[in-house]
């Protein structure tokens, strides 16, 4: 659930789902997009970027690390932001998802996040989904990443 503001709908939430699913959560409002573009969470863009939101502020988003998304029509992105499937990297009914995850599109994809090149990346350009993450690999250089993803 979104973030409510009201401690007691929240709990009332938490409550109601526990044990339901394999988690439950409540999120801060998401903007995906640049606030400077337009407010999909229909708060103030200054107000936005002192949320909670905003709160771990990062250049590389962390999500092309760990997760993959796998659309209704068997095509696999990296984000589940990405509704309009522009940063597809595969397809499994022509690969395996291993053969995705350890493939050339997912490295040059990761690579240009961690060259702080994600601005080239129609997909992540102005997404700020990124801020959300707990996890910040801004200290991760693409030389380091190379020599660690070495099978």
């Known amino acids: 659930?979104?973030?409510?503001?009201?401690?007691?709908?929240?709990?009332?939430?938490?409550?109601?789902?526990?044990?339901?699913?394999?988690?439950?959560?409540?999120?801060?409002?998401?903007?995906?997009?640049?606030?400077?573009?337009?407010?999909?969470?229909?708060?103030?863009?200054?107000?936005?970027?002192?949320?909670?939101?905003?709160?771990?502020?990062?250049?590389?988003?962390?999500?092309?690390?760990?997760?993959?998304?796998?659309?209704?029509?068997?095509?696999v992105s990296v984000c589940c932001v990405d509704w309009s499937k522009q940063a597809v990297i595969g397809n499994l009914r022509e690969q395996t998802l291993s053969e995705i995850w350890h493939g050339e599109k997912m490295r040059e994809f990761q690579m240009l996040h961690l060259l702080r090149r994600r601005h080239e990346l129609s997909a992540c350009k102005n997404c700020t989904y990124l801020h959300t993450a707990p996890d910040n690999l801004d200290g991760l250089s693409g030389e380091e990443f190379s020599r660690r993803s070495v099978k």
């Open 1 to 75: 659930m979104i973030e409510s503001k009201d401690e007691s709908e929240n709990q009332e939430f938490l409550s109601f789902f526990e044990g339901v699913g394999d988690q439950v959560v409540i999120e801060p409002v998401m903007n995906w997009n640049d606030p400077a573009e337009g407010s999909l969470a229909q708060m103030d863009p200054a107000e936005l970027k002192t949320s909670l939101f905003f709160a771990n502020k990062k250049d590389v988003c962390p999500f092309p690390f760990y997760t993959m998304v796998i659309h209704s029509d068997l095509k």
